[in-house]
């Protein structure tokens, strides 16, 4: 009856060899992919050891074949914790995140220089109890000039000098017109200031552009004096140059101020000893002033008798290139940030 013996020890050397293989490949497997192709391979319903068992007539077969299947569900359950555990060990290891690590710096933006002129504009005179103004860059002939008292023959009129965009329409040449718009929209007294862009036809040079800013103050009340003017604009200027600067004012012309000044800063470029900026007379015009003219008052409908007042205008480049020591204009018109981050 050897027949009826054979399966048993077929199947009982089957099985050692079977689970040293199986064993042998389970510890080799490195996925859980591989993992779960060896599991069908050796426990699958189909695996040699599944038909065995399905086979069993004996039960001492039935218990070492048992014996081999929960030997092998062990390894593979074993085996499959192990790679879980180096899988995660892995991905701790490369994603983690080291809080000591300096982190990306950022880029810290800086203000242009003309717009740290304004601030400092807007500050000082917030400061005097001003009130800041914005008014049209399209300006009327009406307004930039006629009511400032511009002659008509006055050379700005000329297209030459003034960029015409209509018969009767200019980008304005100067901030003045807004104190014209003041006196129209407010009883005096009024304290004001307005900054932005004027445009004139002008050939750059160190201290030219086409396009520049201004600010322009105006106060109007009982009893104003050109003292006040003069206080006034010498308070500014310390605060843009700082106290060491020295400054001056000359006498000049404007239609819409008499008496008209112009006040000048010693030289921030070149310290007073003569550059291209100061044009090396050591001293830089800052722009004009004046007590207002007594026809500006009549064009806004105030009685000169009763009123009087100073104004000024002044260029934010121009202060710029003094307070920084810049002696071209133009890279304060230049998009390159490597030229602004000097400054
Ligand atoms: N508007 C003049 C200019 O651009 C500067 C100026 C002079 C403004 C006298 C004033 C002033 O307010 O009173 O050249």
């Known amino acids: 009856m050897s027949t009826n013996d054979e399966p ?21 497997a ?3 992919a591989e993992l779960t192709e060896l599991h069908t391979r050796y426990l699958g319903r189909r695996s040699e050891l599944k038909q065995a068992l399905r086979n069993v007539r004996d039960r001492e077969t039935g218990m070492t074949l048992n014996a081999v299947r929960e030997r092998l569900e062990q390894a593979f359950a074993q085996r499959e914790a192990e790679l879980e555990r180096a899988a995660l060990d892995r991905a701790l290891a490369s994603d983690g995140l080291d809080v000591t690590l300096p982190g990306d710096e950022l880029a810290v933006g800086q203000l242009h220089p003309t717009t740290q002129i304004r601030r400092l504009v807007e500050d000082a005179f917030l400061g005097l109890g001003y009130e800041i103004r914005d008014d049209r860059e399209v300006e009327t002939v009406e307004y930039n000039f006629d009511k400032l008292a511009f002659p008509s023959t006055h050379s700005s009129r000329s297209p030459r000098d003034t960029f015409f965009i209509g018969d009767d329409v200019v980008l304005r040449t100067e901030t003045s017109p807004s104190q014209i718009h003041h006196l129209e929209s407010r009883e005096p007294p009024v304290y004001m200031v307005s900054i932005g862009r004027v445009y004139r036809r002008d050939a750059i040079t160190p201290t030219r552009f086409p396009i520049f800013h201004q600010f322009e103050g105006l106060a109007v009340d009982g009893g104003i004096t050109l003292a006040d003017l003069k206080g006034t604009l010498l308070h500014v200027m310390r605060v843009l140059f700082g106290d060491d600067r020295r400054v001056r004012f000359r006498t000049h012309f404007f239609p819409f101020t008499e008496p008209s000044i112009e006040p000048d800063v010693s030289c921030g470029v070149c310290g ?3 550059c291209r900026m100061c044009k090396f007379s050591g001293w830089v015009e800052l722009g004009g002033a004046g007590m207002v003219d007594p026809r500006v008052f009549e064009n806004v409908g105030l009685d000169p008798e ?3 007042g100073f104004a000024f205008g002044c260029g934010l480049e121009r202060s710029a290139q003094l307070r920084f020591g810049i002696e071209e204009i133009r890279p304060l018109f230049s998009p390159d940030l490597r030229v602004l981050r000097q400054f």
């Open 8 to 28: 048993a020890t077929v199947a009982a050397v089957d099985a050692a060899a079977l689970q040293d293989e199986a064993l042998a490949a389970v510890a080799a």
């Open 30 to 32: 490195s996925t859980p």
């Open 272 to 274: 007073g000893a003569g």
């Open 306 to 308: 009763e009123w009087s």
